[in-house]
T-cell receptor
């Protein structure tokens, strides 16, 4: 595997289910990101991790719970979601954060989530 | 604070015509600038980036962009559009944090 991978690619869940999205990067990067992309809306940055520490949480509801067990893996745990949470969830990674890096981000293919 | 504005959420061109997607940025320090492309149901893929040096940057698939500091712009161009160029394009600026524009959907008509 190369680059950034995400599983599953498609997920349908009910509002009472609990599921997890997985992201893995094979680039040796130190920073990882979750984005939400809804139809006709800009990319929304949800969470940022640097060296396994959460450095940004952009007012995301608690029904989304991220986990970064190591610098290669990032999870997004989902519970009691709402239909408006249906979207494409993108994971990305970059070499690092801050002015010392150009912050070029490498994206996974995304997980298309549908909440019924 | 930094920001990026893409002028036009939807651009339509004929196959073979010039593609011009506009991006303006705001930054208090010299920025790094990026263009990404997203095909349907896929993640974002880097087209090109400007960090330092030559202001005309060439990317993949025949695209290029020019950094114009005086105009705070980083417009994306391609001389001749192909049907396969139909996608959504995102401009982004970084001065330590990557900020994306709202995206421009490019339609290519036969």
């Amino acid at each position: 595997e190369t680059g950034v991978t995400q599983t599953p690619r498609h997920l349908v869940m009910g509002m009472t289910n609990k599921k997890s999205l997985k992201c893995e990067q094979h680039l040796g990067h130190n920073a990882m990101y979750w984005y939400k992309q809804s139809a006709k809306k800009p990319l929304e940055l949800m969470f940022v991790y640097s060296l396994e520490e959460r450095v940004e949480n952009n007012s995301v509801p608690s029904r989304f719970s991220p986990e970064c067990p190591n610098s290669s893996h990032l999870f997004l745990h989902l519970h009691t979601l709402q239909p408006e949470d249906s979207a494409l969830y993108l994971c990305a990674s970059s070499l690092g954060l801050g002015r010392g890096y150009d912050n070029e981000q490498f994206f996974g293919p995304g997980t298309r989530l549908t909440v019924l | 604070a930094q920001s990026v504005t893409q002028l036009g959420s939807h651009v339509s061109v004929s196959e073979g015509a010039l593609v011009l997607l506009r991006c303006n940025y705001s930054s208090s320090v010299p920025p790094y600038l990026f263009w990404y492309v997203q095909y349907p149901n896929q993640g974002l893929q880097l087209l090109l980036k400007y960090t330092t040096g030559a202001t005309l940057v060439k990317g993949i698939n025949g695209f290029e962009a020019e950094f114009k500091k005086s105009e705070t712009s980083f417009h994306l161009t391609k001389p001749s559009a192909h049907m396969s160029d139909a996608a959504e394009y995102f401009c982004a600026v970084s001065t330590g944090k990557l900020i994306f524009g709202q995206g421009t959907t490019l339609q290519v008509k036969p």
